[in-house]
């Protein structure tokens, strides 16, 4: 399989052009669509994403190791069909909208300043993750692991205390009503 290392690619449009099927290691990818693309058979370690439009990308089997999403269209990317051996991701300034996360381990992953709506966390373990103001509206988490969690500054999420592990996690005070909406208290 061909290896690519330390190459920065921009503005490319991968929907008139084809994406080697290779290794990328220590690459970049700045301002290039991969909208609806396939990305079978192709491996990203350490790689940066910089204002790129990644929606409806096809993620069957690729492996995500040490990935930086900046600033990125990620629209209805199903991650839980990534490969999770090593999977490591971080997001800042994305759009996530209707993007799966269903039964990951990603621990430690940053979602910070990004926004979520109806993104599924379903069983994803995120222990030690920072949604640091994000916009999680509709954002699904059920029977997941959120312990040590950091959701300071984020907005619009409703998470069931009953239904998810939630120790040591950090939350505003204005994020308490997300939190008690399934008791209907009202807070303020």
Excluded: W
């Amino acid at each position: 399989m061909p290896f690519f290392s330390e190459q920065t690619y921009k503005g490319l449009k991968y929907s008139q052009l084809t994406l080697d099927i290779a290794e990328y290691e220590h690459c970049t990818f700045e301002q290039c669509d991969f909208s609806t693309l396939d990305l079978k058979g192709v491996s990203f370690e350490n790689c940066t994403f910089k204002a790129c439009d990644l929606s409806n990308l096809k993620v069957s089997a690729v492996p995500f190791r040490q990935v930086k999403f900046e600033n990125c269209k990620m629209l209805g990317i199903h991650f839980h069909t990534c490969n999770p051996f090593l999977l490591e991701l971080s997001f800042q300034n994305c759009q996530l909208d209707y993007c799966s996360f269903y039964n990951l381990k990603i621990k430690k992953s940053k979602f910070i300043d990004c926004r979520l709506t109806e993104a599924d966390f379903t069983q994803t373990d995120l222990t030690g993750s920072e949604f640091q103001g994000s916009d999680l509206s509709g954002a699904i988490f059920d029977q997941s692991i959120l312990e040590k969690v950091d959701f300071r500054n984020s907005l619009q999420f409703k998470i069931d205390p009953e239904r998810n592990r939630l120790r040591l996690a950090n939350f505003d005070l204005d994020g308490l009503p997300g939190l008690l909406e399934k008791y209907r208290i009202k807070v303020g």
